[in-house]
């Protein structure tokens, strides 16, 4: 099993109401890829609730393989909802680890 976790640092110049209402859109997009991309096991996305850190989202996803991980990446469905969030990323982390 490889579990998939992104974290999204968001522009310090967009407003927080204009962050609140992209994350919200994000969210749902993520949340109804399940549905559309077969090899997605599990998948969760959240905000993050303290305010001493910098990154505003966190992504955490489960498939059966690597090669379902890069699957999903390039997956039309995920593409599209990428873009949602993508014009306000000013840093993205990412790491793939095998349990």
């Known amino acids: 099993m490889i579990k998939h976790v992104v974290l999204f640092q ?12 992209v994350m919200e859109a994000f969210k749902a997009g993520i949340l109804a890829l399940p549905e559309k991309i077969s090899c997605i096991r599990h998948i969760e996305i959240g905000f993050n609730a303290n305010p001493a850190e910098s990154y505003e989202v966190a992504l955490y996803s489960e498939f059966d393989s690597l090669a379902d991980v890069q699957t999903y990446a390039v997956h039309p469905e995920h593409v599209a909802v990428a873009q949602i969030i993508k014009p306000y990323v000013k840093s993205r982390a990412c790491t793939d680890y095998e349990m």
């Open 10 to 21: 968001l522009k310090d110049e967009v407003d927080a109401a204009e962050k609140q209402q």
